[in-house]
C-alpha cells in the first residue's frame, strides 16, 4: 500500500457539479475513505478513543455537508492561535504547509518513518481526503499578545457575513 502523492490528486480531481454540490461518485469515494479511515483508526487503536470520536462526527458532517445547497453552507477558515508562541523558523514552516500541499506531503514523507508504515499511509491518504473535499487551506496566524492576524481575520469575517462590506460603520 503506498500514499498518494499531491500531484496524483491533482491529475484526478475534476470540476465541482453546478450548485456547488460534490458529485455522487466523490461522496462515495470521499465517504468510503473517511470511513475506512475510522475503521482503522478505531480497530487498530492508532489513536485516542476521543479520536475515534471525532472522525466519526466528521464522517456525519461531511455527509450533511456534502448535501447542502451552497446558500446554506457556512464558511470557514483556519485560525492559528497563540502564534505567538512558536519560533518564528516554526511558525514559517507551519504557514508554508498550510499554502503548500506539496510541502506539507514532502514533510509527511520524509522524516524517519519507513514509506509504507501505517502512519505515513494514514496521513497521506487523509491529506489527499483534505484535498479532495477541499479542506486544504491557507492558515490565519493570530496572537493577542503580539497583536497580529486579528485584522486580516476581521477582513475574512467581513467577506464571509457582508460581502466585503465593512461589519462596522465606524
Known sequence: MRG???HETADRAQQPTAGGRISLLHFVVIGVQL???TLV????AIESQAFAQILLLTCAGFALHAFLPLRHRL???GVLAK???LEEEDL???LRWSQDPFAL???LTDDKSEPGTVKVVLDSEFLRAMEEMGLYRKLVPVSATLPFGLEEVYSLLQQAFEGGEDLRPD
Open 83 to 85: 502564534a505567538d508562541l
Open 41 to 44: 483508526v478505531r480497530q487498530f
Open 105 to 107: 506531503y514532502e514533510a
Open 4 to 6: 498518494v502523492t499531491p
Open 92 to 94: 514559517n514552516k507551519v
Open 35 to 37: 470511513g475506512l479511515l
Open 75 to 77: 464558511p470557514f477558515f
